[in-house]
């Protein structure tokens, strides 16, 4: 069927199709280089509907907003299933509802429970600063990085992240 994402100002509307996992707009360039070769369709043309790969390119949907600051974004997926046609044939159609609101900006980046090594060795580590925009992807670097040292136990506790005032920037806060 179709497929519309709504209420996206952040990412164009071909930018949020990338991540639609069904028919061209999805298509990788393995699944479009075998495709000859085995049988995907339900035999009206159409690709048959997965809902696991469409609950897995939400969440990528939702990630790519936390990467650009958009942590309180919200993505739902809507699936509206149809008939269509002289043959009643089964259709679904696909949208995502984007609500975006403001992107987070990290306040502070605290350490606490360290007393092996200077804070500067940690902060050196950390790839996600005062000021910037929030970015999961560099989030989860820095964490790593930390773990990294071998100055902690493992596995080092994962990040906290707290709303720091009424804007919505966030506190990072890493237990070494």
């Known amino acids: ?38 049988r995907s369709d339900n ?18 949907v939702q990630q790519a907003y936390a990467n650009e600051g958009y942590i309180y974004a919200t993505v739902t997926p ?24 403001q992107p987070a900006i990290v306040n502070r980046v605290e350490i606490l429970g360290n007393d092996v090594t200077t804070e500067t060795c940690i902060r050196e580590q950390i790839f996600v600063l005062p000021g910037d925009v929030f970015n999961q992807d560099l989030l989860i670097r820095s964490y ?5 040292l071998g100055f902690f136990e493992t596995p080092l506790p994962s990040p906290d992240t707290r709303q720091a005032n009424e804007r919505g920037d966030v506190d990072i806060v890493f237990r070494v």
């Open 43 to 60: 035999g009206n043309g159409g690709e048959i509907f997965d809902r696991g790969k469409w609950e897995e390119a939400t969440r990528n």
């Open 78 to 101: 809507v699936v509206e299933r149809t008939r269509q046609g002289r043959d009643s044939v089964p259709t679904v159609n696909l949208r995502w509802d984007i609500e975006e609101r």
């Open 1 to 38: 069927g179709s497929f519309e994402p709504t209420g996206a100002t952040r990412f164009s509307r071909e930018e949020i199709a990338r991540f639609y996992p069904f028919g061209q707009q999805g298509r990788s360039f393995a699944d479009w280089a075998t495709s000859p070769f085995r």
């Open 144 to 148: 790593h990085n930390i773990a990294n």
